[in-house]
């Protein structure tokens, strides 16, 4: 009898042409090696997953989610462990549990949270180069806690939207977004209903405007409402970003 298993998924993006799964074979994704990994551990050449979030390449993850429908007699809690043999070391089922037939891991996401990572000092870490987008300018957390409270709230984010993103509508709900230092890293966390196709790494790449200097935290409010990609700040570096967790009722 088959089962619906979610599986959460952490992994470093840094080797991967992102998330989703590519027609060409030469392209690595994180979902290509979870999907063969599933097949050989299921001995199911035809077992395919289904993810509940598209992260692009270099984007890292803690809490990314996806199905399997399954017959087997291990039992979910034992797939994470079961299958760690499978994977590249950059990528870890770190839970599994059985779920209704009927539960989809993107349709029935209720909120996903995300953080962006900033180094911010005189000279770069090497180690956190893969991790974070490197800042010089001193950045002010105080003007870009100011800036972000523009985002908080439903808004149309059509000025936050890459170009080429296939949507029925730009409208979207955020629930939190705030920053913190830690040091020099520099960290923005931002909790939402969903995000359009590089949303938050141009919602951070604003801030670190506001937060360099280069933009007022007052405009904020004015690029939302003006709906203008070119008036918002510049799309961030992937390598920054990470899916901390997607949330269901």
């Known amino acids: 009898m088959l089962k619906r298993i979610l599986l959460t998924i952490a992994y470093d993006g840094t080797n991967y042409s992102g998330w989703q799964k590519q027609k060409n074979p030469d392209v690595i994704t994180v979902e290509g090696e ?40 291990i039992p979910a809690e034992k797939i994470p462990l079961a299958i760690r043999s499978f994977l590249p070391a950059d990528i870890i089922v770190t839970k599994a549990e059985e779920v209704d037939g009927e539960f989809h891991p993107r349709f029935d996401c209720v909120k996903k949270t995300y953080e962006y990572r900033f180094w911010n000092a005189p000279v770069k870490n090497p180690k956190e180069r893969l991790y974070s987008t490197y800042v010089q300018k001193p950045l002010d957390i105080d003007r870009m806690n100011e800036g972000v409270k523009a985002f908080i709230g439903t808004h149309d984010f059509a000025a936050f939207c890459a170009a080429g993103a296939q949507v029925s509508t730009t409208i979207r709900t955020i629930f939190d977004c705030h920053v913190e230092r830690a040091g020099e890293s520099v960290r923005m966390y931002v909790t939402g209903d969903g995000f359009l196709y590089n949303m938050v790494r141009i919602i951070a790449g604003t801030l670190m405007a506001v937060g360099m200097g280069k933009m007022e935290p007052s405009a904020v409010a004015g690029i939302i409402a003006g709906c203008d990609r070119a008036k918002a700040g510049q799309t961030a570096e992937p390598q920054g970003l990470t899916l901390v967790e997607i949330f269901y009722e």
Request: proline share 2%.
């Open 34 to 73: 979870l999907t063969k990994a599933l097949q050989q551990l299921f001995r199911n050449p035809e077992l395919e997953c289904i993810g509940a979030s598209r992260t692009d390449a270099g984007v890292h993850a803690l809490g990314q989610r996806a199905i399997i429908d399954v017959d087997t007699t």
